[in-house]
């Protein structure tokens, strides 16, 4: 039996602008992206930790250096500049393998979305 379990997340970024009219995606600065092991287009779940709300989307990418994060489409509805989202993709795997799996997890700046270090 496979189950789904986190395997990466960025842990309470800043989102820096939302943008009703575009077709849709979470926009994420480069360094991000790679920090968490990220894939452009993967599935992510957005958890909003101002307003609750849960959402899916992808991920595509921004400007390197940035600290961009910005939620495009409807999205942009449910999170909006300033607040502090959490970013988590989950990957299916047997049971045995999600037991003994390390998810990886970054703890950027909140106030810049820079990587610590």
């Known amino acids: 039996m496979r189950i789904e379990v986190m395997r ?15 077709i ?15 894939v452009i287009g993967e599935k992510v779940q ?15 990418e921004g400007n390197r250096g940035s600290g961009e994060v910005c939620l495009n489409g409807p999205a942009a ?3 909006q500049p300033g607040d502090i989202v959490i ?6 795997m ?7 799996f ?7 700046d909140t106030a810049t979305n820079r990587l610590n270090g």
């Open 8 to 22: 990466a997340k960025l842990h309470r970024i800043t989102v820096t602008e939302a943008d009703l009219n575009y």
């Open 24 to 38: 849709g995606s979470i926009t994420l600065d480069p360094e991000l992206i790679e920090a968490a092991g990220l």
């Open 102 to 108: 390390k998810p990886t997890v970054v703890f950027p």
């Open 46 to 60: 957005i958890v909003n930790c101002n307003n609750g709300e849960r959402i899916e989307t992808y991920v595509i």
């Open 87 to 92: 970013v988590i993709a989950y990957g299916s």
């Open 77 to 79: 509805r449910r999170c």
């Open 94 to 100: 047997e049971i045995d393998e999600a037991r003994t």
